[in-house]
C-alpha cells in the first residue's frame, strides 16, 4: 500500500508541475495557486480514499470500504471546489473549478487503478492443509 501512495503522490506532483506552468501562462501567480489548491486536495482525498481501501481490503468491511473511498475521492474535491469558487472571485476567474476537474480525472484514474491493484492481490491466508483427511470433506 505504501507503494501504490507513493505512485499517486508522484503521479499527482507530475501533474501539478504541468499544471502550475499552464496556469502561470494563462492567470499569472493566481493560476499557479490555483493549480496547488486543486492538486493539492485532490491529492489528499485519493491518498485517503487509497489508504482507506487498503485498511478494509480482505476484511468484512470491504464494500463499506470502497464505498466510503468513493465518497472522500468525490466529495471532498466537489465541496472545496465550489467553496472557494464561490467565496474567492479571484479563484474562481482564474479557473479554479476547472483545476479542480483536471486534477479530479488524473487523480480518479490513478486511485482507481491503484485500488483495483489492491483489491485483486491476494491476501496471506490459512495455508491448506497437509492433512489430505481435513481437506477430503470426509468426516465421519
Known sequence: MVISCL???????IA?????????????????VTAGVAATTCWLASLTALVL???TTATPNAM??????????T???LIVAFVLAALSPTLA??????????????????ETTLSVVIVSTPSPGPKPSADPEASSGNHG
Open 7 to 13: 505512485v499517486l503522490t508522484l503521479l499527482m506532483a
Open 16 to 32: 501539478a508541475i504541468v499544471a502550475a506552468v499552464v496556469g502561470y501562462e494563462r492567470y499569472g501567480g493566481t493560476g499557479v
Open 53 to 55: 481501501v487498503g485498511l
Open 64 to 73: 463499506s470500504g470502497l464505498f466510503g473511498a468513493m465518497g472522500l475521492r
Open 75 to 77: 466529495g471532498i474535491p
Open 93 to 110: 476567474n482564474a479557473g479554479i473549478v476547472g483545476m479542480f476537474l483536471v486534477f479530479f480525472l488524473v487523480s480518479l484514474t490513478v
